[in-house]
Each structure stands twice: as C-alpha cells, then as structure tokens.
C-alpha cells in the first residue's frame, strides 16, 4: 500500500511541475554547448603554452 501512495504522490507532483517551452530548451542548450566550446579552446590553449613554456625551458 506505501508503493501506491507513493506512485500517487509523484504523479501529483509531476502535474505541478512547469516544463520550459521550446524555445528555453534551443537557448539553454545553445548557452551549454557554446560555453563547453569555449571552455574547450581556452583549455587546449593554455595546455599548449604550458607544454610549450615547459619545452622550452628543458632545452
């Protein structure tokens, strides 16, 4: 009986909740991958310093 309620309880509360339109999901998404882009170059940038500096110091 506790598994019923409780699969009663979560469709209540599944119908309170407010999904994002379409167009939220196309700009928090646009939003994620151009920060993960971003983040990516900035990275493969400052690694490649990095490993540059460290080269050129061993010499």
């Known amino acids: ?4 309620r409780f699969f009663k309880s979560v469709i209540q509360e599944m119908k ?6 379409a167009r939220e999901n196309r700009r ?3 939003v994620v991958v151009s920060l993960t882009v971003f983040f990516v170059l ?3 940038l400052f690694d490649w310093l990095i ?5 050129i110091f061993a010499k």
């Open 1 to 4: 009986m506790h598994l019923f």
């Open 16 to 21: 309170l909740v407010v999904w994002p339109t």
């Open 42 to 44: 900035f990275f493969a």
């Open 51 to 55: 490993q540059s500096g460290l080269l």
């Open 28 to 30: 928090d998404t646009t």
